[in-house]
């Protein structure tokens, strides 16, 4: 496998721990991360008050990859649990999306027509202070083997539903077993057509996507999408290059959304390298999606009149195919909404 090498940030410590020692081992504390990046925190008080609401997890694949002693590097702004996030704003609230009024069985949310979003697992290996799920209440999303059945005899009974979308949470938190029974039993829902898997654990512990998980993702009749969800050409080193190959050469659709994050990608010359550098490792570009209004994420937003112009950028500087689709979600619409509406 040659890899582009000017594109390809090259690793600095070799990857030798498998993905659980991995996910057991993730940065919880400011003051591990700050030492690991060389960083002196004036406002100690205020990262800890913030890592109450909710907490600090970073794998240390992702940490390897941020530019130590920089405040500003895009992949730390992303984690970085920050007093701001305390300040109530105006429009930011708990649950944007509404999302626990289509939740018609825990683990289960049925919103567009033709696919439903599993929750299989409540837990990620990594928090990202912009989720629009930080306050959703996963504990109840968690759901047991009973559950599952019941979600799983909802599609069944429902052949409009062509497409599963595992999700979470991270879907890839669960263990390949989880995984291989929950994919053999969709796969034995004759209407299922398609597969769909949405994680950021490619991105932040590459080691996940094992041979013997896309042997048993892409072992059933279904047809398999994978959606990464990279912001910033500095997530794609060649750890995730190594995962995305894999996926593709297992007949893996692979696509990426990412989220407008005011000064994390808000730059068309960020957006043009993260598209370039998805598409040197076979994935295309599917949505960029303006910031959910959730509590405590307003440093994050970035106004639509920019969002706008930066699209427009990028169709200038791009081909058509590697311009993702600006969208925002909106409770009660039968699609995402693109962005201006039309
Ligand atoms: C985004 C989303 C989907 C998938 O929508 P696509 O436009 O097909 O990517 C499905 N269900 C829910 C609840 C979603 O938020
Ligand atoms: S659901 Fe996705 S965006 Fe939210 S914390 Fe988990 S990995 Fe990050």
């Known amino acids: 496998m040659t890899a582009p090498t000017d594109l390809i940030w090259q690793s600095k410590k070799p990857a030798t721990a498998n993905w659980q020692q991995q996910l057991k081992t993730l940065v919880r504390e400011p003051a591990q991360l700050f030492a690991l990046l060389g960083l002196q925190a004036e406002d100690m008080p205020a990262h800890l008050a913030a890592?109450?609401?909710?907490?600090?997890?970073?794998?240390?694949?992702?940490?390897?990859?941020?530019?130590?002693?920089?405040w500003n590097d895009p992949l730390l702004l992303q984690v970085l649990p920050q007093g701001a996030e305390l300040l109530a704003q105006p429009g930011f609230i708990a649950d944007p999306l509404q999302e626990q009024s289509n939740n018609p069985h825990p683990g289960l949310i049925h919103k567009y027509h033709g696919r439903v979003l599993l929750v299989v697992s409540g837990g990620c290996a990594i928090n990202c202070r912009y989720c629009f799920r930080r306050h959703?209440?996963?504990?109840?999303?968690?759901?047991?083997?009973?559950?599952?059945?019941?979600?799983?005899?909802?599609?069944a009974a429902d052949s409009s539903i062509s497409e599963v979308i595992?999700?979470?949470?991270?879907?890839?938190?669960?263990?390949?077993?989880?995984?291989?029974e929950l994919i053999a039993n969709i796969a034995a829902i004759p209407h299922v057509?398609?597969?769909?898997?949405?994680?950021?654990?490619?991105?932040?512990?590459?080691?996940r996507i094992s041979d013997e998980f896309v042997t048993l993702l892409t072992s059933s009749r279904l047809q398999t999408v994978f959606v990464i969800h990279c912001n910033h050409a500095n997530e794609l080193d060649s750890r995730v290059q190594q995962a995305m190959a894999k996926l593709k050469a297992a007949g893996v659709t692979l696509l990426n959304q990412s989220v407008l994050l005011a000064k994390v990608n808000d730059n068309s010359a960020a957006l043009q390298a993260l598209n370039?550098?998805?598409?040197?490792?076979g994935v295309l570009p599917y949505y960029l999606h303006v910031l959910d209004k959730v509590q405590g994420a307003a440093h994050f937003d970035v106004d639509e009149s920019h969002a706008i112009a930066l699209i427009e950028?990028?169709?200038?500087?791009?081909?058509?195919?590697?311009?993702?689709?600006?969208?925002?979600?909106?409770?009660?619409?039968?699609?995402?909404?693109?962005?201006p509406a039309y």
């Not at 959703?136 to 599609?155: C, G, M, V």
């Not at 890839?172 to 291989?180: G, I, P, W």
């Not at 950028?313 to 962005?339: D, H, M």
Request: aromatic share 8%; proline share 11%; with cysteine.
């Open 51 to 70: 890592c109450q609401d909710f907490s600090l997890r970073v794998p240390t694949a992702f940490v390897d990859k941020m530019q130590p002693g920089d």
């Open 136 to 155: 959703f209440p996963y504990e109840d999303n968690n759901p047991s083997r009973k559950e599952w059945q019941t979600a799983l005899d909802y599609i």
């Open 166 to 180: 595992l999700s979470g949470g991270d879907p890839l938190v669960a263990s390949d077993k989880q995984l291989a």
């Open 193 to 207: 057509q398609t597969l769909r898997v949405h994680s950021r654990l490619p991105l932040v512990i590459p080691e």
């Open 276 to 281: 370039e550098k998805l598409f040197a490792m």
């Open 313 to 339: 950028s990028l169709r200038t500087k791009l081909p058509g195919y590697l311009v993702p689709k600006l969208v925002r979600e909106l409770p009660q619409q039968a699609s995402k909404t693109p962005i």
